[in-house]
T-cell receptor
Protein backbone atom coordinates (compact mmCIF):
# COMPACT_ATOMS: atom_id res chain seq x y z
CA UNK A 1 0.00 0.00 0.00
CA UNK A 2 1.50 3.30 -1.09
CA UNK A 3 1.49 6.20 1.33
CA UNK A 4 -0.14 8.46 -1.27
CA UNK A 5 -2.55 7.08 -3.85
CA UNK A 6 -3.51 8.83 -7.06
CA UNK A 7 -5.48 7.49 -10.01
CA UNK A 8 -3.10 7.44 -13.02
CA UNK A 9 -5.87 8.22 -15.54
CA UNK A 10 -5.84 9.26 -18.29
CA UNK A 11 -8.67 11.67 -17.59
CA UNK A 12 -10.11 13.05 -20.80
CA UNK A 13 -12.46 16.06 -20.73
CA UNK A 14 -13.82 18.50 -23.32
CA UNK A 15 -12.54 22.06 -23.34
CA UNK A 16 -14.41 24.23 -20.83
CA UNK A 17 -15.28 21.37 -18.49
CA UNK A 18 -14.25 21.16 -14.85
CA UNK A 19 -11.34 18.84 -14.17
CA UNK A 20 -11.51 17.09 -10.81
CA UNK A 21 -8.39 15.40 -9.41
CA UNK A 22 -7.81 13.80 -6.06
CA UNK A 23 -5.37 11.94 -3.85
CA UNK A 24 -5.78 9.87 -0.73
CA UNK A 25 -3.10 9.35 1.86
CA UNK A 26 -2.48 7.27 4.94
CA UNK A 27 -0.05 9.32 7.05
CA UNK A 28 -2.00 11.55 9.42
CA UNK A 29 1.18 13.56 10.15
CA UNK A 30 1.13 15.24 6.73
CA UNK A 31 0.60 18.99 7.12
CA UNK A 32 1.61 20.53 3.80
CA UNK A 33 -0.19 19.60 0.61
CA UNK A 34 0.87 20.52 -2.88
CA UNK A 35 -0.20 20.07 -6.46
CA UNK A 36 2.34 20.08 -9.27
CA UNK A 37 1.76 20.21 -13.00
CA UNK A 38 4.20 18.44 -15.28
CA UNK A 39 4.25 18.80 -19.02
CA UNK A 40 5.82 16.07 -21.09
CA UNK A 41 9.61 16.02 -20.79
CA UNK A 42 9.62 18.95 -18.35
CA UNK A 43 10.17 19.33 -14.61
CA UNK A 44 7.24 19.50 -12.17
CA UNK A 45 5.88 23.02 -11.66
CA UNK A 46 4.30 23.99 -8.33
CA UNK A 47 0.64 24.96 -8.88
CA UNK A 48 -0.99 25.12 -5.47
CA UNK A 49 0.18 24.80 -1.89
CA UNK A 50 -2.04 24.40 1.18
CA UNK A 51 -1.22 24.12 4.84
CA UNK A 52 -3.50 21.84 6.91
CA UNK A 53 -7.21 21.62 6.05
CA UNK A 54 -9.32 23.98 4.01
CA UNK A 55 -9.69 25.45 0.56
CA UNK A 56 -7.45 27.65 -1.50
CA UNK A 57 -8.31 29.32 -4.78
CA UNK A 58 -5.99 30.77 -7.41
CA UNK A 59 -7.60 31.82 -10.65
CA UNK A 60 -9.12 28.75 -12.30
CA UNK A 61 -7.57 26.41 -9.73
CA UNK A 62 -9.05 25.37 -6.38
CA UNK A 63 -7.30 23.07 -3.93
CA UNK A 64 -9.15 21.37 -1.09
CA UNK A 65 -7.77 19.43 1.85
CA UNK A 66 -9.88 17.23 4.12
CA UNK A 67 -7.55 15.92 6.80
CA UNK A 68 -10.30 14.02 8.59
CA UNK A 69 -10.82 11.89 5.46
CA UNK A 70 -7.14 12.01 4.39
CA UNK A 71 -8.26 13.27 1.00
CA UNK A 72 -7.11 16.18 -1.14
CA UNK A 73 -8.56 17.54 -4.37
CA UNK A 74 -7.68 19.90 -7.18
CA UNK A 75 -10.32 21.44 -9.42
CA UNK A 76 -9.60 23.19 -12.68
CA UNK A 77 -12.45 25.34 -13.98
CA UNK A 78 -12.94 26.29 -17.62
CA UNK A 79 -10.29 23.79 -18.68
CA UNK A 80 -8.13 24.62 -21.68
CA UNK A 81 -6.09 22.39 -24.02
CA UNK A 82 -3.01 23.95 -22.40
CA UNK A 83 -4.07 22.28 -19.13
CA UNK A 84 -3.26 18.91 -20.70
CA UNK A 85 -0.47 17.58 -18.50
CA UNK A 86 0.24 15.20 -15.66
CA UNK A 87 -0.82 16.46 -12.24
CA UNK A 88 1.07 15.26 -9.20
CA UNK A 89 -0.02 15.59 -5.62
CA UNK A 90 2.64 15.80 -2.92
CA UNK A 91 2.59 16.16 0.81
CA UNK A 92 4.96 16.48 3.73
CA UNK A 93 5.23 16.63 7.49
CA UNK A 94 7.40 19.13 9.33
CA UNK A 95 8.42 16.45 11.82
CA UNK A 96 9.89 14.44 8.93
CA UNK A 97 11.94 17.37 7.67
CA UNK A 98 9.30 18.30 5.11
CA UNK A 99 10.48 15.61 2.73
CA UNK A 100 7.87 15.32 0.01
CA UNK A 101 5.92 12.15 -0.66
CA UNK A 102 4.40 12.12 -4.14
CA UNK A 103 1.44 10.43 -5.69
CA UNK A 104 2.06 8.72 -9.00
CA UNK A 105 0.36 11.46 -11.01
CA UNK A 106 -2.83 11.71 -13.07
CA UNK A 107 -2.56 12.35 -16.78
CA UNK A 108 -5.16 14.87 -17.99
CA UNK A 109 -6.15 15.48 -21.59
CA UNK A 110 -8.36 18.45 -22.45
CA UNK A 111 -9.83 18.06 -25.92
CA UNK A 112 -10.63 21.16 -28.02
CA UNK B 1 11.70 29.93 -12.59
CA UNK B 2 13.57 28.68 -9.53
CA UNK B 3 17.01 29.42 -10.98
CA UNK B 4 17.95 25.75 -11.18
CA UNK B 5 19.98 24.22 -13.98
CA UNK B 6 20.92 20.61 -14.43
CA UNK B 7 23.72 19.14 -16.50
CA UNK B 8 23.94 17.18 -18.60
CA UNK B 9 20.34 17.22 -19.81
CA UNK B 10 20.72 13.89 -21.57
CA UNK B 11 23.27 11.14 -21.13
CA UNK B 12 23.79 7.66 -22.47
CA UNK B 13 26.31 5.48 -20.66
CA UNK B 14 27.29 1.87 -20.28
CA UNK B 15 26.76 -0.45 -17.34
CA UNK B 16 29.58 -0.24 -14.83
CA UNK B 17 30.74 3.27 -15.66
CA UNK B 18 30.61 6.12 -13.13
CA UNK B 19 28.24 8.99 -13.85
CA UNK B 20 27.97 12.39 -12.18
CA UNK B 21 24.97 14.68 -12.55
CA UNK B 22 25.17 18.31 -11.54
CA UNK B 23 22.53 20.60 -10.09
CA UNK B 24 23.27 24.32 -9.91
CA UNK B 25 21.15 26.96 -8.21
CA UNK B 26 21.51 30.73 -8.28
CA UNK B 27 19.38 31.71 -5.26
CA UNK B 28 21.50 30.52 -2.32
CA UNK B 29 18.91 28.06 -0.94
CA UNK B 30 20.00 25.85 1.89
CA UNK B 31 18.00 22.71 1.04
CA UNK B 32 18.55 20.79 -2.19
CA UNK B 33 17.18 17.43 -3.30
CA UNK B 34 17.72 14.73 -5.89
CA UNK B 35 14.76 12.66 -7.15
CA UNK B 36 14.28 10.03 -9.78
CA UNK B 37 11.06 9.63 -11.74
CA UNK B 38 9.99 6.30 -13.19
CA UNK B 39 6.70 5.11 -14.68
CA UNK B 40 4.54 3.55 -12.00
CA UNK B 41 6.66 4.94 -9.18
CA UNK B 42 6.27 8.69 -9.46
CA UNK B 43 8.99 10.85 -7.95
CA UNK B 44 11.18 9.24 -5.31
CA UNK B 45 13.77 10.97 -3.15
CA UNK B 46 17.34 9.75 -3.56
CA UNK B 47 19.36 12.09 -1.34
CA UNK B 48 19.03 15.58 0.01
CA UNK B 49 21.24 18.27 1.48
CA UNK B 50 20.54 20.79 4.21
CA UNK B 51 23.75 22.72 3.86
CA UNK B 52 27.32 22.59 2.60
CA UNK B 53 28.72 19.13 3.37
CA UNK B 54 25.44 18.17 5.13
CA UNK B 55 23.60 15.41 3.31
CA UNK B 56 21.23 12.57 4.12
CA UNK B 57 19.67 9.58 2.44
CA UNK B 58 16.23 9.40 0.93
CA UNK B 59 13.95 6.55 0.00
CA UNK B 60 16.05 5.06 -2.83
CA UNK B 61 19.68 5.90 -2.01
CA UNK B 62 21.36 2.55 -2.75
CA UNK B 63 23.89 2.88 -5.57
CA UNK B 64 24.01 6.68 -5.33
CA UNK B 65 26.23 9.16 -3.53
CA UNK B 66 26.07 12.94 -3.30
CA UNK B 67 28.34 15.82 -2.50
CA UNK B 68 27.83 19.47 -1.75
CA UNK B 69 31.02 21.49 -1.42
CA UNK B 70 29.40 24.80 -2.35
CA UNK B 71 25.92 26.16 -1.60
CA UNK B 72 25.08 26.47 -5.27
CA UNK B 73 26.09 22.99 -6.44
CA UNK B 74 24.72 19.57 -5.53
CA UNK B 75 26.26 16.58 -7.30
CA UNK B 76 24.72 13.13 -7.70
CA UNK B 77 27.10 10.26 -8.52
CA UNK B 78 26.27 6.79 -9.71
CA UNK B 79 29.43 4.94 -8.71
CA UNK B 80 28.87 2.07 -11.14
CA UNK B 81 25.80 2.60 -13.28
CA UNK B 82 23.29 -0.21 -13.72
CA UNK B 83 20.38 -0.55 -16.14
CA UNK B 84 17.97 -0.13 -13.21
CA UNK B 85 19.27 3.42 -12.82
CA UNK B 86 17.92 4.38 -16.24
CA UNK B 87 15.55 7.15 -15.27
CA UNK B 88 14.81 10.85 -15.34
CA UNK B 89 16.60 12.68 -12.53
CA UNK B 90 15.29 15.91 -11.05
CA UNK B 91 16.95 18.32 -8.71
CA UNK B 92 14.89 20.56 -6.44
CA UNK B 93 15.36 23.39 -3.96
CA UNK B 94 13.16 24.26 -0.99
CA UNK B 95 11.67 27.64 -0.12
CA UNK B 96 9.43 28.88 2.66
CA UNK B 97 9.78 29.40 6.37
CA UNK B 98 9.65 25.66 7.00
CA UNK B 99 11.31 24.77 3.68
CA UNK B 100 7.92 23.32 2.83
CA UNK B 101 7.66 24.07 -0.88
CA UNK B 102 9.99 22.58 -3.44
CA UNK B 103 10.82 23.82 -6.91
CA UNK B 104 12.26 21.58 -9.57
CA UNK B 105 14.87 21.81 -12.26
CA UNK B 106 14.36 20.70 -15.88
CA UNK B 107 15.66 17.16 -15.34
CA UNK B 108 18.37 14.88 -16.73
CA UNK B 109 17.45 11.87 -18.84
CA UNK B 110 19.88 9.03 -18.20
CA UNK B 111 20.01 5.83 -20.22
CA UNK B 112 22.27 3.04 -18.98
CA UNK B 113 22.92 0.40 -21.62
Amino acid sequence: QKEVEQDPGPLSVPEGAIVSLNCTYSNSAFQYFMWYRQYSRKGPELLMYTYSSGNKEDGRFTAQVDKSSKYISLFIRDSQPSDSATYLCAMSAKAAGNKLTFGGGTRVLVKP
Amino acid sequence: DAGITQSPRHKVTETGTPVTLRCHQTENHRYMYWYRQDPGHGLRLIHYSYGVKDTDKGEVSDGYSVSRSKTEDFLLTLESATSSQTSVYFCAIARGGDQETQYFGPGTRLLVL
